[in-house]
C-alpha cells in the first residue's frame, strides 16, 4: 500500500500541482482502497468506484449550480444536501455495487462541502484524480501481485465456471 500512495503522490509532484494536497488525498485513497490479492477484482472496484465517480460528481455540479441561485447557503445545505445524497443513493444503488454507492456519496459530499468556492474545474479534477488513483492502484497490483494468481489464469477460471454454469443451467 505504501508504493501505491507514494506512487500517487509522486505524480502530483512530478506532473500535476504539488501544492493542491486535496487531490493527492483523493488519488491515494482511492488507490489504498483498490488495493486487491487479485487483479481481476482491481478491474471490478475500478469500474465501480469510477462509476460512483461520475454518479457523484454529477449531483455534486447540480448542487453548485443550484447554490450559485441562492442566497442563504446554510439552508441550501440543509435541505439540497440530502435530497441530492438521496438521489444519489438511489441511482447508484441500482448498480447493486456498494463500492459504488459510497464512492458517489463521498465524491458529493466533498464537491459540496469542500470543493473549492467557485472553482469551474473541480469536477473534472475531481474525476482524474480518482482515474489517477485508481490506474496506479491497477499498476501495483499487475506488478506486484503473487504469482500463483495472475490475471490471465483468473480470466481462464471465471470463464470456465460459468460455462460449467451455464452447462448446469441446460
Known amino acids: 500500500m505504501a508504493a501505491v500512495v507514494f506512487m500517487c503522490i509522486a505524480f502530483y509532484t512530478v506532473v ?3 501544492d493542491n494536497t486535496s487531490l493527492m488525498m483523493i488519488s491515494s ?3 489504498a482502497f483498490g488495493i486487491y490479492p487479485k487483479t481481476v477484482d482491481v478491474w471490478i472496484f475500478a469500474r465501480y468506484r469510477m462509476l460512483g465517480t461520475a454518479i457523484g460528481c454529477f449531483f455534486g455540479t447540480v448542487y453548485l449550480l443550484i ?6 447557503e446554510g439552508l441550501s445545505r440543509l435541505i439540497f444536501i440530502p435530497l441530492l445524497i438521496f438521489l444519489t ?3 447508484s ?7 459504488t454507492v ?10 459540496t462541502l469542500v470543493a473549492p468556492v467557485n472553482d469551474k474545474n473541480y469536477v473534472l479534477q475531481r474525476i482524474l484524480a480518482t482515474l489517477v ?4 492502484a491497477v499498476l501495483v497490483n499487475f506488478l506486484f501481485e ?3 494468481s495472475h490475471i490471465l489464469k483468473d480470466l481462464r477460471k471465471s470463464v470456465n465456471v460459468d460455462k460449467r454454469n451455464k452447462t448446469d443451467e441446460l
Not at 133 to 136: D, E, F, R
Open 16 to 18: 500535476g500541482n504539488p
Open 89 to 91: 443513493v438511489t441511482i
Open 93 to 99: 444503488g441500482g448498480v447493486k455495487s456498494p463500492i
Open 67 to 72: 447554490q450559485n441561485h441562492l442566497t442563504d
Open 102 to 111: 459510497r464512492g458517489s456519496v463521498m465524491t458529493l459530499i466533498t464537491m
Open 133 to 136: 488513483g485508481t490506474l496506479m
Open 146 to 148: 503473487p504469482k500463483k
Open 29 to 31: 485513497s482511492t488507490a
